[in-house]
């Protein structure tokens, strides 16, 4: 092969310097009449329309030999055009085989995402067999389209029965600050590009309590504000661009596809097929059915910016597992970050409009005692615009008062300072990451049907009135003493030192957990593939050393642990705008710099802006504690993303030369690590191909004795 590449490089070199030589020679003898080729050299490609196809007025032979005795007895125009000649070759075959490996890479782990894409849906069919993927995306397609209609008429009872509390009420707080600068959004010509499943979590694995299907939207529409007493447009509010979202949908491990029968996203209680009435989102009326409890169908849980989205890590290595295991068996990370998106949007309600009231029945007394004062001071800081990216949660303390669980926020926003009657808005949205901590009464378990529908007062059933008290009106219950589910007792920036003592806190005494590691891959009687188990201890902190392969076959709870190495595009460009401002000498150049390789990674601009206004100001959140352990870390999982994802360009690469120079690494230290990492990665990578080549041809033996029989 190597060879082959060899003799071909070396043709289109003779064709490179004889192609120049005929062209003048040919001018000389024929006046410039050459018969056919011309076109080819247009995109400026040797390697078509090359001097063979090309009828000059000498033979090939004899042009060659012309051209060696020209070179021989002309050693000063010969000696250097050789030394080019040899540079020239050695720089093809070096760059050709670079761009080729980097296209396996690329190839490789493309194939691996769509194959585990495909087992995954594989057995979620296995358990559910009227489950058909191309009729899901049918029905997202008329949950979205249901979603644009209820968001222009600024009115959500059309969707309230197949969305969580967290996305509903992000709704209503979105729709209220529109309400209240008096506009309105509308939406046309919305055409839906593309939608293709990035993850699918089944219940093959008996721990996980719900089955979650993420699709990956391309949309694009026009987009404009009006007046919402005139209907006039609002002028210079027009947009029309393509967006790219994750919508996730969850439901009860168990739960059945009804072919014949219409569902939440149509309009109807998916147990008994009855219709669902606009104020009725709770339960059933005909049947008693809880709507929302993903037994019967599918609910759309979360609603993701593509560039911030991660696959679902389910409960990872940490305190949570364990907390989990030992105290609640219907917990589930769902119920915890839907619960905490839902406390995010009434924070950011009660931060915006000065007033306690809506955060009095999901905080408990000890937070809106402290939060109160904050909210009557003179002058103080809120957000708006505000967009939840993740939300995970990260561990859970036991205490024999209050268990307290940690959930890790990302999110983004408009600062707001207001100062008596005067207020100032940032124009760009700043990068923020806060650390929720939610507590609940020890002992206290978590109600699995209402995972994602929380809301309704636990003791009567009521929908929660919007009364400034703590209690339920119906009944008097209290809700916000933790005594029935989470309710926020703390909000930290990530990076305080209180922050991190609670995290150290949340991991004390977790150092090895148990993940079962198939060992080998066998076929049962019907030719499919089944796993011997193998139980083999891994050291939870050691997660990042544990080699691709090991970490591609281990699964903790279902979920495969590569996911929980994965970071997002938003955390990697925060950091390199960390890292880029720490000596406080960014210049243009290198912000433009940023901007190129943020715009690689889907970050849209403003996001830049604000991250680098943040870093100027002191105020920006980092991803991570500034060191140079961890930066090459960053480093090494910022090469990977980009060989991974086939966008190793020029400006990718010199942002990363400059940000390892910042960590102290020298440019051979730099490239050493690239190549390193390129190499690595292209072992892997081509061993997974031969792999699924191998499989592959086991299932055409396979398939063949099938039919012979
Ligand atoms: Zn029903
Ligand atoms: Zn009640």
Known sequence: MRFARVIVALLLLVGLILVPATDAWGRAGNGGHFSGGGGSFSGGSFSRGGYSSRSGHHGDGAALAWLISFLFHHPIIGIPTLVIVALAFFWYVTEASERRERRVIHRAFDKLDHDYIDTCLDSLQESDPSFDLQQFKQRTETAFRKIQEAWCEQDLALIRAFVSDGVYERFSLQIDEQQEHGFRNVIEDVKILGMAPVEIVASRNDQNAFEVISLRVTAKAKDYRVDRTTGKLIPGSKTNETFVEVWSFLRRRGAQTKPE???????????????????????CDACGSLLRSGEHDWVLSEITQSEVWKPNAGLGLNSATRYWVSHDPGFNTHHLEDRASVIFTRKATADRHGDLSPLRKVAHDMYCDVHGPVLAAAKRTFYTDCGVGAVDVIGVIIDQNLDRALVDVRWSGRRNTKAGDKLETSREPSTLRTLMVLGRKHGVQTKIEKSVSSLQCPGCGAPESEAASNCCEF?????????SDWVLVDWLPYSSKEAGDLRKKANEGIE?????????????????????????????????????????????????????????DVDLIAWLVQVAA??????????????????????PLSRVQGMLNDARNGTLESPEPDNRASGVKWLTRMIDMALIDGHLDRSEKKLIATTGKRLGMSDYDVARLLAKRKSELYREAKEELKERKKEAAGRKIRDGYGSGE
């Open 261 to 283: 029968q219409a569902g939440l996203i149509e309009g109807s209680c998916p147990n008994c097929g009855e219709s669902i009435q606009i104020n009725q989102w709770d339960k």
């Open 582 to 603: 720490a000596d406080g000498k960014l210049d243009e150049k290198e912000q433009k710099l940023l901007k190129e390789v943020a715009k690689n990674h889907g970050v």
């Open 475 to 483: 009944c008097n219950m209290v809700l916000n003493d933790g005594a």
């Open 512 to 568: 090895t957990v148990i993940a079962s590691i198939p060992t080998e891959v066998r076929y049962d009687e019907q030719g499919r593939q089944v796993y011997e188990q193998a139980s083999t201890i891994v050291v939870g902190q050691m997660v990042g050393q544990v080699s691709g392969k090991d970490l591609d076959r281990a699964q903790v709870n279902g979920h495969s642990l590569r996911e929980f190495a994965k970071i997002d």
